[in-house]
T-cell receptor, first 111, second 111 residues
């Protein structure tokens, strides 16, 4: 699996959009970008994933650059409950590869 | 009701004791996984199972064993617990290697 690079921490004001970047410059053509988050030692929670098109669901939006070497997770209106560690992962879907979680980005949402 | 459950949620034990952690899922997924997480670090894969007859070692299987009693149940055993096995343990499930869904975790302390 391609490795990812994320900033160790970010701050965001409550109610504002949180934009979390991820670099994955060695991503292969068949590797998907996944995002999970972990709230204070709870089980990691799936957020969203995509291959090359932008994706949106009820939790977030995923923007993948045209060359697929980086992506951004967008939480449109961050709340205090969104404070968590966010992990960007690349892997081949539908094929066993473990999820390499790395260190992630600690998002601090402040009042 | 949660789709992936883990029991116990917390356990304190002594060095040398045998411990079993249990995981059950109602998602109907074929694949199940055990991970451990140490403070400030990402998740590391211990064992994974493609189905009840297919068990595979992950990156840190030494000192652990597993049993897939049914499609919905996957247990992790520490035959003789040692202090450096103190960690958070997570079970996860997926359908054919797709998105993994995690349980709430078990906090294990070995004294």
């Amino acid at each position: 699996d391609a490795k990812t690079t994320q900033p160790p921490s970010m701050d965001c004001a409550e109610g504002r959009a949180a934009n979390l970047p991820c670099n994955h410059s060695t991503i292969s053509g068949n590797e998907y970008v996944y995002w999970y988050r972990q709230i204070h030692s709870q089980g990691p929670q799936y957020i969203i994933h995509g291959l090359k098109n932008n994706e949106t669901n009820e939790m977030a939006s995923l923007i993948i650059t045209e060359d697929r070497k980086s992506s951004t997770l967008i939480l449109p209106h961050a709340t205090l409950r969104d404070t968590a560690v966010y992990y960007c992962i690349v892997r081949v879907a539908r094929n066993f590869n473990k999820f390499y979680f790395g260190s992630g980005t600690k998002l601090n949402v402040k009042p | 009701d949660a789709d992936v459950t883990q029991t116990p949620r917390n356990r304190i034990t002594k060095t040398g004791k045998r411990i079993m952690l249990e995981c059950s899922q109602t998602k109907g997924h074929d694949r199940m996984y055990w991970y451990r997480q140490d403070p400030g670090l990402g998740l590391r894969l211990i064992y994974y199972s493609f189905d009840v007859k297919d068990i595979n070692k992950g990156e840190i299987s030494d000192g652990y064993s597993v049993s897939r009693q049914a499609q919905a149940k996957f247990s992790l055993s520490l035959e003789s617990a040692i202090p450096n096995q103190t960690a958070l343990y997570f079970c996860a499930t997926s359908w054919s290697g797709d998105t993994q869904y995690f349980g709430p975790g078990t906090r294990l302390t070995v004294l």
